[in-house]
């Protein structure tokens, strides 16, 4: 059974940085060849794609260009999302999974951006 743990959230300033990992708890293998996502949800609103990492480390799509970088280590079964220049509109929880959603949801980490 794949497990997803979010990671790295927490109460930034508007125009800070953090930088959100997600560790995959799948076969060793499987992890290195998928094309990985993050996605988010804000309150009263869907999740939604913010941006995927292909599996030899490419970024793919990216819905916040200029200030979000994507990357992974497939040797930990990890990608990162870092996120600079926060904006109070940036705030979510933040989940990760592979680009066609295939596993079930982790809990997610939460990003509150307020001064």
């Known amino acids: 059974q794949v497990q997803l743990v979010e990671s790295g959230g927490g109460l930034v300033k508007p125009g800070g940085s953090l930088r959100l990992s997600c560790k995959t708890v799948?076969?060793?293998?499987?992890?290195?060849?998928?094309?990985m996502a993050w996605y988010r949800q804000a309150p009263g609103k869907e999740r939604e794609l913010v941006a995927a990492?292909?599996?030899?480390?490419?970024t793919i799509s990216n819905s916040v260009p200029g200030r979000f970088t994507l990357s992974r280590d497939n040797a930990k079964n990890t990608i990162f999302l870092q996120m600079n220049n926060l904006k109070p509109e940036d705030a979510a929880v933040y989940f990760c999974?592979?680009?066609?959603?295939?596993?079930?949801w982790g809990r997610g980490t939460q990003v509150i951006v307020s001064s």
């Open positions: 799948v076969s060793p293998g499987i992890f290195a060849v998928l094309t």
């Open positions: 999974n592979t680009h066609s959603e295939t596993w079930a």
């Open positions: 990492i292909s599996a030899d480390g490419n």
